[in-house]
């Protein structure tokens, strides 16, 4: 779609279904798109140890299959198809990649070896490549300022949410038949919920209901704005380095709770299903309601991931070290939630250092250095760590590398703290 006709597509805010209800509507169908990321993303942890086996596959392959597989065509095709976004339909591109990766999950269940797993994996990438900053852009034009943060906080629900179900539904399924059936399942399901997304959703115009309609800048303006600002390689980096425990530790603990805990199959499916699923949505809601909260103080959108992580990281060590599985859920329930805490202010953050037009662009900037070295480098360290600690600690090898991880957190609190004195002098409203 040409840049003019994506501009005839769009719709004023206050025309069509009304403001108030139909807005809602689409952030509703827009989290439960971005639960299928989110499930298809991390289905692959609580089958690890099944495919582990069958596959005959180490630790460290298990972390490129996840992180690194994923990552590659992720971060580098989603600044390109955001660029795409600031100039086109919004709507079509997410519907083109819900339908993509959707597939690949599916295919997944097909894979007979280490490559062909890896391959597909890629493939789940290439699709969620294009699922997110358009989501965020769309949100940011549905939204005034006032409600952003939440908004787009409410939107990241669908972290929790589809990590709960990912836990729960690639669990119960393969517990029932097997690791390949769980992902045909999921995979199908996303493929059947793209076209909903196309009918329902359409995409207002750039910035609001009366906003100048303007040519969307160029990939070079963007960064040309975007770069130079200190705010935005800290927000990103203190991003990155929490991603890289947090993506980390949502992949490998099914794994640390069947090796050191013992549980079954089934019974992690529960545990961490919950665990995911109330910790999350209160961390994700409480960060984006603080932030709106105190967002006259610009700085309050960095110390509110800051505070969270400095919180979270001894929550987290003594979780670990709990052997009582009740007194475990309270203690990992606390830093679950602070861990998602940072990206309602996070990402609202990042859409105010640029003007309306950039914002899908910006947003894809932010992610790729976010998942680049969040998502491609945490579940490798970690499975790296335990086949490197495996002939000293054995088959608490998981736990000493998680052990080590969490000093990422001490340097995402660092570069937030950092970015809270800048922020004020880079936002844009």
């Not at 992720?74 to 997410?94: E, F, H």
């Not at 034009?141 to 709960?164: K, N």
């Not at 790729?368 to 360290?381: E, K, P, R, S």
């Not at 088959?395 to 703290?417: C, H, P, V």
Request: hydrophobic share 55%.
């Amino acid at each position: 779609m040409t840049d003019a006709a994506a501009k005839a597509d769009e719709v004023p805010v206050d025309e069509g279904q009304g403001v108030g209800g139909y807005r809602y509507v689409v952030l509703i169908l827009l989290i439960v798109v971005y639960t299928f990321n989110f499930i298809d993303r991390q289905i692959l942890g609580i089958l690890a140890g099944a495919i582990k086996h069958d596959l005959h596959l180490t630790d460290t392959q298990l972390g490129m299959m996840s992180g690194l597989a994923f990552a590659v065509f992720y971060t580098l095709l989603g600044v390109p198809i955001a660029w795409l976004a600031d100039r086109s339909s919004r709507t079509w591109i997410m519907t083109g990649a819900l339908t993509v990766w959707s597939g690949f999950t599916a295919a997944c269940g097909l894979a007979a070896g280490f490559w062909p797993l890896f391959l597909c994996r890629m493939g789940v990438g290439v699709g969620e490549a294009g699922g997110t900053a358009p989501a965020y852009s769309l949100i940011s034009d549905y939204f005034p300022v006032r409600q952003r943060a939440r908004a787009l906080a409410a939107y990241s629900f669908g972290i929790p949410i589809g990590t709960a179900c990912g836990y729960l539904l690639g669990g119960l399924i393969s517990a029932a038949s097997n690791w390949r059936i769980a992902f045909m399942v999921v995979g199908g399901a996303g493929v059947l919920l793209a076209p909903l997304l196309r009918l329902v959703v359409r995409d207002p115009r750039r910035g609001g209901a009366h906003a100048a309609i303007e040519k969307a800048p160029g990939f070079g303006e963007v960064l040309a704005v975007l770069l130079p600002k200190p705010s935005f390689w800290l927000i990103s980096l203190g991003a990155a380095a929490s991603s890289t425990c947090g993506y980390g530790i949502a992949f490998w603990l099914p794994s640390f709770f069947e090796r050191s805990l013992h549980l079954s199959l089934t019974d992690r499916a529960w545990y961490l299903g919950a665990l995911a699923l109330f910790g999350g949505v209160l961390g994700v809601w409480l960060g984006g309601m603080i932030a709106d909260r105190f967002g006259k103080s610009k700085a309050a959108y960095c110390l509110v991931p800051a505070i969270a992580f400095l919180i979270a990281l001894p929550c987290f060590f003594a979780a670990v070290n709990s052997a009582n599985l009740a007194v475990a859920f309270v203690l990992f329930l606390i830093p679950q939630g602070l861990n998602l805490a940072w990206l309602g202010p996070t990402i609202a953050a990042v859409q105010h250092l640029v003007p309306a037009r950039m914002r899908s662009t910006s947003s894809a900037a932010f992610l790729f250095i976010n998942n680049l070295i969040g998502l491609g480098l945490g579940n490798v360290y970690f499975g790296f760590m335990a086949d490197r600690l495996k002939p000293h600690f054995g088959t608490e090898a998981l736990r000493w590398s998680i052990y080590s991880g969490l000093t990422f957190y001490l340097l995402a609190a660092a570069l937030f703290l950092l970015a809270a004195r800048r922020i004020a002098k880079d936002w844009v409203d």
